[in-house]
């Protein structure tokens, strides 16, 4: 049931009211069809980031944590079972797209160089954690959005907090105007899955996103050179 139509854009703002579904000629009631049970649920959202905890079931995924490597909190992910019948356990400084991949992200204005942090990772039996940078330029001229680089890294279990960071080779012509940042708690790598662990945490803390530089570094220090002959023919030396 939906509130607007899947097949062409959404318009915010529309309403759907429903009440009293039931199975006609059953014997067997529809479970909860008149809405009168509810179950109550909350949990706090890191500002900035978008997590999953939308489609929890009995407990949030993304969590604030006081946990930390620095400061009062650091964030918790955990792997858990979705409505949707798929573990997950990611955050985004964007959003999800198609196949929950990560999209849109944060401005900038130079290409970065890498992003670090700190982590720390429990996971249930033999799992793999994963962070992930994803560099956009937006072409104006053809409306369209070029991914520059995309680089993810696997996080292997640690029991205190360790120092990671993920480098970029990209420094082209095309400068970044959106960087993307994800983390997960479990191995969501479509080709790589090998193992997916409910409860795997991952704990992440202290990130630094590091750019480039823009232009050529200047070297003032001085150099003595001679050239000669002066006037010179074919040769100088």
Do not use: C
């Amino acid at each position: 049931i939906s509130s607007s139509n899947l097949d062409y854009p959404k318009v915010p703002g529309s309403y759907l009211y429903i009440d009293g579904i039931q199975f006609i000629n059953s014997a067997v009631p529809f479970p909860n069809g008149d809405f009168e049970n509810w179950t109550a649920a909350s949990s706090e959202e890191p500002d900035n980031w978008f997590t999953v905890n939308f489609g929890k079931t009995n407990v949030p995924s993304v969590t604030k944590s006081s946990d930390s490597y620095n400061g009062d909190y650091a964030i918790r992910i955990e792997t858990i079972n979705t409505l949707w019948g798929k573990p997950s356990g990611i955050i985004t400084n964007g959003k999800f797209g198609d196949d929950t991949i990560p999209t849109n992200g944060m401005p900038v204005s130079q290409n970065p160089g890498k992003l670090t942090g700190y982590y720390k990772y429990i996971p249930n039996g033999p799992d793999t954690a994963l962070a992930g940078m994803f560099l956009y330029h937006y072409d104006a001229s053809h409306d369209s959005t070029i991914m520059l680089e995309a680089t993810i890294i696997k996080l292997p279990p640690v029991s205190n907090y360790t120092y990671f960071e993920i480098n970029t080779t990209y420094n082209g012509p095309l400068v970044t105007d959106t960087v993307n940042i994800a983390f997960a708690s479990s191995n969501f790598e479509e080709d790589t899955i090998t193992y997916i662990g409910i409860g795997s945490a991952l704990f992440i803390d202290s990130l630094n996103l590091n750019f480039k530089p823009t232009s050529i570094e200047k070297n003032n220090s001085a150099i003595i050179a001679g050239i000669f002959p002066n006037p010179a023919n074919d040769y100088l030396y």
